[in-house]
């Protein structure tokens, strides 16, 4: 299950074996039940998650205990409270495995002795941190501009296992729109 | 007027005098009228500007051509429509100066040619993108957990300067609220 990180880092740097070793000497593995919450509320984001199996959600609850999900990532992907694993405040954000999930995680000191030890790493964060932002940013866009039959189009075109694999409850909290709204659109496409 | 740059420079990386004068002289100068659009919609995002003076904002359009504001970045602060930056594709996003503002600008080109001549570019870039991430995030995040009166406390605390410095009409397309609201809710306030 190594061989899933190793091929997805070399896809983005170019590491020898001695590197890659090390690379992955500092990522741990861990099997999530279904539900179960990997960050809590208030909790400091300590750990980047690469997803082997199944799929973590990140998201919020509002004080009416209304929940929002910023991002899903499912197999070959990465994960974190990614605003508190830099800035090491407490984070906002929660982190949860929708599926029962495996994953291989790093904690933040490791991560960052890897920017120490291995110049390539300053590069695959950054593109890591460029795809990041990208992504947030498009969020942050549909929720500007789109409507929500626009949002639910972009979603189905753009990432459409989202919508496949997980609950109208998960999908309708991703789009930032009701249940009943999501029924109707999936009604009327 | 680069020694403003230079400053806010060595307060991120440690780089020596010949180091520092390759990083200036990419770096070129730019006097901007008020209102003037530094990048159109559609338009590749191909410079980042350091402002020296006044404040240019990033903000969309939609189809009913209400516009929102994403972000506004006053003297010492760098901006750029990063997505497209990042991914060279054409930009959803629009930059203008909102008050008569002189800049030093990077081209895209140039910025990506001293990520390969300094290697301390790359944590220079980085920790750009750190920046930008934990903003843009924070920014999402006010439209899932925030009511108006919220946002705009929110805003008072942690950028005061935007309802200090700019027509109420810009801070209600930052807040994604009428300036109606606005009004109310500076007089609750």
Redesign the interface.
Known sequence: MEELLASYIKNVISVNDTEMQLILSFFKFKKLKKNELVLHHGEASQRTFFVIKGCLRIF?I??QGVE?T?YFAFENQFATA??SF??AKPS??LMQAVEPTEVLYISHENFYRLLELL?QW??F??IY??N???N??????S???QDALTKYRYLLEENPIIVQRLSNKLVASYL?ISQATLSRLKAKK
């Open positions: 919020y509002d004080e929002s910023r990614l605003v830099i800035t906002e954000e110049p300053e590069k964060y950054r941190l460029e990041a932002y990208v947030n940013t498009n969020r942050l866009q929720f500007f501009v930032g």
